[in-house]
Nanobody, 125 residues
Framework: VQLVESGGGLVQSGGSLSLSCVAS????????MSWIRQTPGKQRELVAKITPTVGDVEYGNSAKGRFTISRDNAKNTVTLQMNGLKPDDPAVYYC???????????????????WGQGTQVTVSP
């Protein structure tokens, strides 16, 4: 199993970055994909999440209106487009995969999950 993130780096405040995560070794369309970020001394924070096939999305408060998550199931890829980056956004951004089952009208997590190695995002003033 691999989750390989790319696209992090240094950007000026107000700028944009696009993070990508390429997955392999598991059935991508059975997994909800998320971007989660963490800064030293803080808890991990959900940035955005997208369901496997319906494509429902959920954003953390910090991401609403600025970031967009999408997935390409044919390429086993999930992307996070980040616009209007702020000084609060620097963190290590992790790609996270969680297996889900759809029944009774909603997705249910099975507990099987994987993490990428993370990619650093830095925002300069």
């Amino acid at each position: 199993v691999q989750l390989v993130e790319s696209g992090g780096g240094l950007v000026q405040s107000g700028g944009s970055l696009s993070l990508s995560c390429v997955a392999s070794g598991f059935p991508f369309t059975s997994y909800a994909m998320s971007w989660i970020r963490q800064t030293p001394g803080k808890q991990r924070e959900l940035v955005a999440k997208i369901t496997p096939t319906v494509g429902d999305v959920e954003y953390g408060n910090s991401a609403k209106g600025r970031f967009t998550i999408s997935r390409d199931n044919a390429k086993n890829t999930v992307t996070l487009q980040m616009n209007g980056l702020k000084p609060d956004d620097p963190a290590v951004y992790y790609c996270f995969a969680a297996e889900v089952k759809y029944y009774s009208g909603s997705y249910h997590y099975t507990g099987l999950e994987y993490w990428g190695q993370g990619t650093q995002v830095t925002v300069s003033p």
